[in-house]
Every structure is written in structure tokens, then in C-alpha cells.
T-cell receptor
Framework: EPEVTQTPSHQVTQMGQEVILRCVPI?????FYWYRQILGQKVEFLVS????????KSEIFDDQFSVERPDGSNFTLKIRSTKLEDSAMYFC????????????FGSGTRLTVV | AQSVTQLGSHVSVSEGALVLLRCNYS??????LFWYVQYPNQGLQLLLK??????LVKGINGFEAEFKKSETSFHLTKPSAHMSDAAEYFC????????????FGAGTRLAVHP
């Protein structure tokens, strides 16, 4: 069964550093998303991406965040200057009409900012 | 704005007992509704979804949920709990159309005792 692949599974970074979280969505999916889950809290929407542009973003997705689809397969989330409160599990997801609107999530990247 | 309320952050049942996880939503448009399961240190796996049509939907692992518009509910049930069902369960809602963001509830942690 096709999977959404995220790398790395765990990343530790120092406050103020830039991090790039990587995702490979399912190949025939056209809609891509990033969500995050702070430990012990609910899963929160960050951003959706379609046709090489952001289709929607949340209040969380401020200027320190950016997304990119640099080639035909990868979908990245960049955090420019990490803060302690960015520590969370970040999930990538993809979707298409063929899935009848069932999003497929990756296993997540646990980001720890120290 | 859409929202999801999951009653009970922790539910404990005996193996073989009925599982009932409650979810109520708020939406100004006909919603699409989802249940996801998250096992420890893993990503989110789709259990089942309601988009249109039959209001009783069946998912994987013997789970089912019923969309009740009059009660704005989408409760998840399983007739007989298994030890392997122990996990965190998230209810989510999205706008009709399928490609819109998911709004998640806070989650319910299900414990299954022998």
C-alpha cells in the first residue's frame, strides 16, 4: 500500500537554527499538507499546498515557516529560526480524489528544539 | 468555524467489551467526518470516513461510526474490544469538498484491560 514517507524521524536542533523537514507524498496525490502535534495536545493544521502554491494556512504558519515542492516528489517544511515552542511532532499528509478524501499521513518527524 | 469535541480524554474498557468513543462536531456546512487512530510513536491511520450517503460507515479493524445530523455526532463503536485496540483515537471534520483542512478533536486514549 502506498505510503507517505517523512525524514528524519527525529531531529534535535538548537534554538535559532533553521530546520527542513522532508516528506515524499504518494506519487499520484495532488494535495499536500503539514500538521503538527505538540506533546499531549491535539493535531493542528499548518498549511495546505496545491498546484505549487499554498491554498490555505493557519495562524500558526507565520513568516518563519515556508513550504516548497522542489521537485516532482519531495514536499518540504522549513522553519527559519526555531523556537522552543516549535518542539512538536510534524505530520505530512497527502490526498487525492481517488482516495475519496481520505488523507494519508506520514509517520511524522519529532522535532526537539533545545 | 468548525470544531470537534471528543467527550472523555481517557476511556478504559475490558477486553471483549463494547467500545464507544464520542465525537460531536460543529459545522456551518455539511461536513466530512473522519476517525483516525494513532498507535504509540506512529502516524495517523484512517479508520473510517463519512462523506455522503449511508450514515452508518464501517471501517477497518471492526470499527464503525454513525453520522447523526440531528445530534451533530459521529460516535465510534466496536462491539468487542481487543487488546490491540489500545491507542489514541482522533475525530476530525473538514468542509465538504474533501481537500480542505482537517480540524481535529483533542483525542481519546483507549485502554483495554484483560
Amino acid at each position: 500500500e502506498p505510503e507517505v514517507t517523512q525524514t528524519p524521524s527525529h531531529q534535535v536542533t538548537q534554538m535559532g537554527q533553521e530546520v527542513i523537514l522532508r516528506c515524499v507524498p504518494i506519487s499520484n496525490h495532488l494535495y499536500f499538507y503539514w500538521y503538527r502535534q505538540i506533546l499531549g495536545q491535539k493535531v493542528e493544521f499548518l498549511v495546505s499546498f496545491y498546484n505549487n502554491e499554498i491554498s490555505e494556512k493557519s495562524e500558526i504558519f507565520d513568516d518563519q515557516f515556508s513550504v516548497e515542492r522542489p521537485d516532482g516528489s519531495n514536499f518540504t517544511l522549513k522553519i527559519r529560526s526555531t523556537k522552543l515552542e516549535d518542539s512538536a511532532m510534524y505530520f505530512c499528509a497527502s490526498s487525492s480524489q481517488s482516495t475519496n478524501y481520505g488523507y494519508t499521513f506520514g509517520s511524522g518527524t519529532r522535532l526537539t528544539v533545545v | 468555524a468548525q470544531s470537534v469535541t471528543q467527550l472523555g480524554s481517557h476511556v478504559s474498557v475490558s477486553e471483549g467489551a463494547l467500545v464507544l468513543l464520542r465525537c460531536n462536531y460543529s459545522s456551518s456546512v455539511p461536513p466530512y467526518l473522519f476517525w483516525y487512530v494513532q498507535y504509540p510513536n506512529q502516524g495517523l491511520q484512517l479508520l473510517l470516513k463519512y462523506t455522503t450517503g449511508a450514515t452508518l460507515v464501517k471501517g477497518i479493524n471492526g470499527f464503525e461510526a454513525e453520522f447523526k445530523k440531528s445530534e451533530t455526532s459521529f460516535h465510534l463503536t466496536k462491539p468487542s474490544a481487543h487488546m490491540s485496540d489500545a491507542a489514541e483515537y482522533f475525530c476530525a471534520v473538514s468542509d465538504t469538498g474533501g481537500y480542505n483542512k482537517l480540524i481535529f478533536g483533542a483525542g481519546t486514549r483507549l485502554a483495554v484491560h484483560p
